[in-house]
């Protein structure tokens, strides 16, 4: 019987976003192919991340290793604090796992743990880094030490290059979800359309630009309805509500906050708009909504690029142009049909494209050069 692989796996975790959720789905993946998992995770989290690992029967190690910002200067102490207990710790833990191969989606432990990396590191980065000097910098001192870049698109990968990184030492491996059984979708009927918007609540998300697009269709008659799910921003969130009352549309949206399951999160919804003005490094609500079966309409920025075929899994619309985004809308409305057409087409590209299992597999290709 052969030795199980190995990894150690550096994972943050103080809380679960999008970068801890898909290493939760790459650990979880990495150990059904026969991994032996280890994992390093903030000793400031919430518990959500170890309750997580627990379940999957992952071993982890909590670590106090914070980072230093002249911002914030109580969380700088508190870092250096337990800095020297967190390397003596560290030490011990070096001990069990030796050698193995290092998997991170950070390089703020790299650098804190500097003299103990040997070069057998592979790093997953899923955020942009070239519009700020400090990541630009530290990413060109890890990159001595890191044997492959994971970027989670193409636009990541440009990124990365923009900040100095060698396209050869970076592999393209986009996030993959896992594939739920397909539910039976009917044509919509006249009536209400309702169109949601998913993710936190702050204002590069495009809100605003969303609700003067509705503004502009319930204008023309158009009885659209939608969903905000998501929490955020206290401040913008009223400043959203004040928005929505000053134009007469606080019947016409459904606050539903945050929801953990995906079928919570989508329930009810005929189109997902994600009008962001930034671009986002994957979007990967576009294919959630894809396998659901519902289509999409996004901003033509970043990720969204990849994930989104214009015309055929659903629209790509330019960032802030609120008449642009509003005529996509009013076409699913006048064309109910498109969103089961758009809808099947969304989840069959998901489906060759975006599988959980072959992240996984492509990880594991990757990793065992290592």
């Not at 001192?141 to 994971?150: E, L, N, P």
């Not at 006249?190 to 609700?211: A, D, N």
């Not at 995906?262 to 930034?278: H, N, S």
Request: charged share 25%.
């Amino acid at each position: 019987m052969s030795e199980p692989k190995k990894l150690l796996v550096i994972a943050g975790g103080t809380y679960i976003y999008g970068a801890e959720k898909v290493t939760l789905d790459v650990m979880k993946g990495l150990s059904k192919e026969g991994y032996e998992v280890n994992a390093i995770i903030s000793g400031w989290n919430d518990g959500a991340f170890a309750k997580a690992l627990d379940g999957l029967q992952v071993k982890y190690h909590p670590l106090k290793l914070g980072w230093y910002y002249t911002s914030k200067i109580w969380w700088s102490l508190d870092s250096l604090v337990h800095y020297p207990g967190a390397i003596i710790r560290f030490l011990r833990i070096r001990k069990k796992i030796k050698d193995w191969p290092v998997y991170i989606i950070s390089f703020r432990q790299v650098i804190l743990l500097w003299p103990f990396f040997k070069k057998k590191i592979v790093y997953h980065v899923h955020d942009a880094n070239a519009g700020s000097r400090q990541s630009r910098y530290f990413l060109r001192i890890i990159d001595r030490k890191v044997i492959k870049f994971i970027a989670i698109s193409e636009f990541i990968k440009e990124d990365l290059v923009a900040c100095g990184i060698s396209p050869d030492k970076i592999e393209v491996i986009c996030n993959g979800i896992e594939i739920l059984p397909e539910t039976q979708k009917t044509t919509k009927h006249p009536g209400p359309l309702s169109i949601g918007i998913v993710g936190q609540v702050i204002e590069r998300k495009g809100h605003f630009t969303l609700i003067e697009a509705i503004n502009l269709l319930v204008k023309k008659g158009m009885d659209v309805q939608l969903i905000i799910a998501g929490g955020g921003d206290v401040n913008f969130i009223e400043k959203l509500k004040i928005q929505i009352a000053e134009l007469g549309l606080i019947q016409r949206i459904e606050w539903r906050g945050f929801k953990k399951e995906i079928k919570e999160i989508y329930a009810g919804i005929d189109v997902l708009i994600a009008p962001t003005m930034l671009p986002e490094p994957f979007g990967l609500i576009a294919i959630e909504a894809n396998m659901l079966g519902i289509p999409v309409i996004v901003s033509n920025k970043g990720g969204f690029k990849e994930t989104v075929v214009n015309g055929s899994n659903g629209f790509l619309t330019e960032p802030g142009d609120a008449e642009e985004l509003a005529g996509k809308i009013g076409y699913f409305y006048n064309n109910r049909n498109e969103i089961d057409v758009m809808g099947k087409k969304g989840r069959e590209h998901v489906v060759q494209y975006f599988d959980q299992q072959i992240m996984i597999k492509k990880i594991d290709k990757l990793l065992t050069v290592l």
